[in-house]
T-cell receptor
Framework: ETGVTQSPTHLIKTRGQQVTLRCSSQ?????VSWYQQALGQGPQFIFQ???????GRGNFPPRFSGLQFPNYSSELNVNALELDDSALYLC????????????FGPGTRLTVL | AQSVAQPEDQVNVAEGNPLTVKCTYS??????LFWYVQYPNRGLQFLLK??????LVKGSYGFEAEFNKSQTSFHLKKPSALVSDSALFFC?????????????FGTGTRLKVLA
């Protein structure tokens, strides 16, 4: 069984640029959630995708957007990057949108200069 | 709104001693509670969960947690700490709003086990 994988591991961007982060869900999981973890903080929910549709969103502006593909892998896109977007971005997959346990990937460390 | 609180930023314990990492919760309805651990430069690893049933939940790596409804707590415990247990621990509650299940995390507690 393959776990959740994310790419890239690290990324450095400048203010105003756009970034795409990728996530492959665990085998058999059809739901992907994205979280932002700022330094010294707990993860904050960004949004969730279930069977290629957005299934809920946290308190993040529209410049944070996502996609889920037929194989249930997912992308997180952030436009017009700001310094405060610097964080660890975590992807989590689960068997279904109502499943109680989410399994996290290793994260992508984004630095915005 | 659901929330969890981790009152300690850091917990220090000597190797071989018992450890406790505290978590309190505030939820409406029955809580779904979780503990995750994060090692340096790694994602979150699932340790254990409480959904219903026995108040003492056993998880990975010898950790366990005790659900206490009257004190609204879900403290993580281990009888004998190892240096390799040193990590960042997060308590979380599952929240269901606007048709979406998501986790609400605490701010984390750094555990340092001293040799």
């Amino acid at each position: 069984e393959t776990g959740v994988t994310q790419s890239p591991t690290h990324l450095i961007k400048t203010r105003g640029q756009q970034v795409t982060l990728r996530c492959s869900s665990q085998s058999g999981h059809n739901t992907v959630s994205w979280y932002q973890q700022a330094l010294g903080q707990g993860p904050q929910f960004i949004f969730q995708y279930y069977r290629e549709e957005e299934n809920g969103r946290g308190n993040f502006p529209p410049r944070f957007s996502g996609l889920q593909f037929p194989n249930y892998s997912s992308e997180l896109n952030v436009n017009a990057l700001e310094l405060d977007d610097s964080a660890l971005y975590l992807c989590a997959s689960s068997l279904a949108s109502g499943a109680d346990t989410q399994y996290f990937g290793p994260g992508t460390r984004l630095t915005v200069l | 709104a659901q929330s969890v609180a981790q009152p300690e930023d850091q917990v220090n314990v000597a190797e071989g001693n018992p450890l406790t990492v505290k978590c309190t919760y505030s939820v409406s309805g029955n809580p779904y509670l979780f503990w995750y651990v994060q090692y340096p430069n790694r994602g979150l690893q699932f340790l254990l969960k409480y959904i219903t049933g026995d108040n003492l939940v056993k998880g990975s790596y010898g950790f366990e947690a005790e659900f206490n409804k009257s004190q609204t707590s879900f403290h993580l415990k281990k009888p004998s700490a190892l240096v390799s247990d040193s990590a960042l621990f997060f308590c979380a509650v599952r929240d269901f709003t606007s048709g979406t299940y998501k986790y609400i995390f605490g701010t984390g507690t750094r555990l340092k086990v001293l040799a």
